[in-house]
């Protein structure tokens, strides 16, 4: 029936140069000629062009592989969701609220990594398999964490995110809800007039899946990953240990009156090792016996920039030294500009010839002039034990400083100072923690519990994000990675010109014709790895949408139960590990794990071989074959 519809159809041609665009594309994601993003715009332009010229035309002679069609998936509420998601998760990771999930998380893991992991993983596929909750979102809460985690110990992120991504797409599998491609399939069933599904009806034979899956994703997975890291990660890490000078100047209301030093250690400064306290005249010196903090105390500390960071977030004033009087009215004009707005930092290094060398800070005004405060100095010739601001600065001190963003991109052009690019980064907004987790929670649970979509729960807590000052207007654009914005619309593209030229329906007319007399659970075996390898090109939305209708004519044609051939499209269309093309939570992981296309092909073809093997062993007992 099928393969007599192909045999009758007059576009051959136009569906044979898809297959060779297709082909192209997966070349060019594989061996990294371009961009992501340069191929995805490209695999558009090509079928924008082609279909132009050689159109396909329905029997009314209207052309169904359109510009519109072509374009819709830049504007589809999938991709719109996810970049959506994108944005609310950067809020997250901006007031600070996931480091604190990854402290809670490790506690619950005994303070072991690996154990933690393996937690999480577990976790992430038990929420999706709970219902309560798309697995998208499942993911999104879940990426930052992992982050905070293997940027703690030091480990890369490669060897966690797809396992993460893995994890929650296993989990989904196993309800109606649990994937937006779950509702596809059942809406699909509905429109050709089969029996839909309940909400339960294939969570025992998913469960089987998802079990095998997990068990290749915890033990196997993190073998295939490499350990790659970006460049970044590797300078920021290899001076993960570098001590900065700082001063702290104790405010009459501050919580740290009155505290000792046990031992020669502050309680309440945990992180930073006190080297000077300037109380009046009189320099108080280590080991600090008897001492009690006052107001009006100066302490002079060391410590490394994450610790002086995260002083920081919870105090925005601490380490703001006094400067004195030594600027004029006139460079006071403009003070205060470090403590208004999102705030970045950033290292900058004194440069060789440099009008800085041999001043003070007082004596520079750099707050003043450059509109960014500095927090600290770093030199690594010797062990410094005076006030911040009586350091006279030599040519290669490091100062940690402080700013707005324009402000310290405004550096590049300074010949006193040479700023680190790389070191840039945003200071968290720990006073807005609680409006970004209610803003979230609230997506989470109106989407989950279905009161609005998902995708207008989304858009919703993004815009809520920069209404309410948790992120600004840039920061969400930023966080909307372009990646994801091309890739999906290309997949969805490239399932248009697919599904008007025929090709799905051809390759499942060979898929009959080379089984023909073969028994019915040879044919659901094979029909299920040709959607499994489908849908890691064209998207597991395309798939279970071209697949299902094609499901139940195999289906009638074999006299065999159209629901076998139905749960087959669920979870063929859910395998779509070997791609970061063909699901959204794989696309949400590329950024935070560094990885390549051929990654995924490492890691995720022997998963869809796993899963294809134990579906075809579970579903003749389901299902009665």
């Not at 005994?110 to 992991?117: E, K, Q, S």
């Not at 020669?264 to 010196?285: A, K």
């Not at 005004?365 to 960014?372: A, E, P, V």
């Not at 680190?420 to 989470?444: G, M, N, Q």
Request: with cysteine; hydrophobic share 55%; glycine share 10%.
């Amino acid at each position: 029936m099928i393969s007599d519809a192909i045999q009758h159809s007059g576009h051959a041609f136009q569906m044979w140069v898809t297959f060779a665009i297709i082909i192209g594309a997966l070349v060019m994601f594989i061996t990294e000629r371009a961009t992501m993003e340069l191929t995805s715009v490209g695999i558009i332009c090509v079928l924008l062009m082609f279909f132009h010229f050689y159109p396909v035309m329905d029997a009314d002679g209207t052309g169904q592989v359109t510009p519109t069609r072509l374009l819709l998936g830049f504007a589809n509420p999938a991709l719109i969701t996810v970049l959506a998601l994108l944005v609310m998760g950067q809020g997250m990771v901006r007031t600070g609220v996931l480091d604190r999930g990854a402290d809670l998380m490790l506690g619950l893991g005994g303070g072991r990594l690996g154990f933690t992991v393996i937690m999480l993983i577990i976790l992430t596929a038990a929420i999706a398999i709970s219902a309560f909750l798309n697995n998208i979102p499942v993911v999104v809460i879940f990426i930052p964490v992992m982050e905070a985690l293997a940027h703690r110990y030091r480990q890369s992120p490669s060897k966690l995110m797809i396992p993460l991504s893995y994890a929650a797409v296993l989990g989904g599998m196993t309800t109606l809800i649990g994937s937006s491609t779950n509702l596809l399939v059942n809406g699909a069933l509905i429109d050709a007039g089969a029996q839909p599904f309940d909400f339960f009806d294939f969570s025992l034979p998913g469960l089987c899946l998802a079990v095998a899956g997990l068990a290749y994703v915890i033990l196997i997975a993190p073998r295939l990953l490499p350990a790659r890291r970006s460049l970044a990660d590797d300078i920021i890490g290899g001076s993960a240990g570098k001590q900065f000078i700082a001063q702290i100047e104790v405010s009459p209301t501050s919580a740290m009156i009155g505290d000792g030093a046990a031992g020669g250690l502050f309680p309440s400064l945990p992180d930073m090792t006190v080297r000077l306290v300037q109380r009046g005249e009189v320099p108080v010196l280590p080991p600090f016996e008897g001492y009690r903090i006052e107001p009006g105390d100066i302490l002079v500390v060391a410590a490394t920039r994450k610790a002086l960071a995260a002083a920081l977030a919870n105090d925005p004033g601490l380490l703001h030294p006094d400067i004195g009087g030594s600027e004029t009215s006139d460079d006071r004009a403009d003070d205060g500009r470090w403590l208004e707005g999102g705030q970045s930092l950033a290292e900058v290094m004194v440069a060789p010839a440099s009008g800085l060398i041999g001043l003070t800070l007082p004596q520079i005004g750099f707050r003043y002039k450059t509109h960014c405060i500095v927090l600290g100095i770093q030199r690594r010739a010797r062990m410094i034990r005076s006030r911040m601001t009586n350091i006279r600065l030599d040519a290669g001190d490091v100062l940690l400083i402080q700013g707005q963003h324009d402000d310290i991109a405004h550096l590049r052009q300074s010949r006193d100072v040479v700023l680190l690019e790389w070191s840039a980064e945003e200071i968290p907004k720990l006073d807005h923690a609680k409006r970004a987790t209610l803003i979230f929670l609230a997506v989470i649970a109106s989407a989950g519990t279905g009161v609005v979509p998902i995708v207008v729960a989304a858009m919703i807590g993004a815009a809520a994000m920069c209404v309410t000052g948790v992120l600004t207007t840039r920061q969400a654009l930023q966080a909307a990675d372009a990646k994801i914005n091309t890739t999906i619309a290309a997949a969805l593209a490239l399932g248009v010109a697919l599904n008007e030229t025929g090709g799905a329906h051809y390759l499942a007319g060979i898929l009959l014709t080379a089984l023909a007399g073969a028994p019915t659970t040879v044919v659901l075996s094979a029909f299920f790895l040709l959607v499994a390898l489908l849908s890691n090109v064209i998207s597991t939305k395309t798939a279970a949408v071209l697949f299902t209708p094609i499901a139940i004519d195999i289906a009638n044609s074999l006299g065999a139960p159209p629901a076998a051939f139905a749960v087959a499209v669920v979870f063929a269309a859910n395998c779509s590990f070997a791609s970061p093309l063909g699901y959204q939570t794989n696309l949400l992981v590329i950024g935070p794990g560094h990885y390549r296309f051929a990654d995924f092909i490492r890691c995720g073809v022997p998963l869809v071989i796993l899963l294809w093997i134990v579906f075809s062993v579970v579903a003749p007992m389901f299902y009665d074959l």
